[in-house]
């Protein structure tokens, strides 16, 4: 199966500090990756995502790093607030389906 | 728009009781997913569907049987409930690759 593996389990963070989430993925034929946020006792929601044709995508304070050389992908959070505290998952995708992470857990310290 | 929907919310099994677990989608959107999520890991996939009548096996199918024969609705069987299938369950639909998310089911098998 895939391998889609985060570097950390869990992130604190001051508030208004900047964060960033890393995720190292397998296939080399993914050609598109997706950061989610899951709060607790909630589905995952769709945050940002990425082509493989592309280094780097920018939104609304995220912004999504993409390293096919090393197969890396990280997900950076301008400003952390309070209500980013959550799991993140990132998800690759290489044909049909979706492989996810198992997820870096992100509290933000008021 | 409802998005998409699960029912029931959580549920108790005994092993090797059946059930039907719900997802309702009011996007028309063409694809939708099933994924177990165990604590603290990553979503795995199920079943996926590309359209009305028509379902693929995902990564961990095994115990688990799907149905798409309308695009709203893609119920997930449990045919003989095993303590292994203890879980949350995340019904997903996507027209291209965004997936949404439902609230999830909870399910234990006792």
């Known amino acids: 199966g895939e391998s889609v593996g985060l570097h950390l389990p869990t992130l604190s963070v001051q508030e208004g500090d900047n964060s960033i989430i890393n995720c190292a993925y397998s296939?080399?034929?993914?050609?598109?990756f997706i950061w989610y946020k899951q709060e607790s006792g909630k589905g995952p929601q769709f945050i940002i995502d990425i082509r493989s044709n592309m280094d780097k995508r920018q939104g609304q304070r995220v912004t999504v790093l993409l390293n096919k050389t090393v197969k890396h992908l990280s997900l950076q959070i301008a400003a952390t607030q309070p209500g980013d505290s959550a799991v993140y998952f990132c998800a690759e995708n290489p044909g049909n389906q979706f492989y996810f992470g198992t997820g870096t857990s992100l509290t933000v310290i008021p | 728009n409802a998005g998409v929907t699960q029912t029931p919310k959580f549920r108790i099994l005994k092993i090797g009781q059946s059930m039907t677990l719900q997802c309702t989608q009011d996007m028309n959107h063409n694809y939708m997913y099933w994924y177990r999520q165990d604590p603290g890991m990553g979503l795995k996939l199920i079943y996926y569907s590309v359209g009305a009548g028509i379902t693929d096996k995902g990564e961990v199918p095994n115990g688990y049987n799907v149905s798409r024969s309308t695009t709203e609705d893609f119920p997930l069987r449990l045919e003989l409930a095993a303590p292994s299938q203890t879980s949350v369950y995340f019904c997903?639909?996507?027209?291209?690759?965004?997936?949404?998310f439902g609230p999830g089911t909870r399910l234990l098998v006792l």
């Open positions: 997903a639909s996507s027209q291209r690759e965004t997936q949404y």
């Open positions: 296939n080399s034929a993914s050609d598109y």
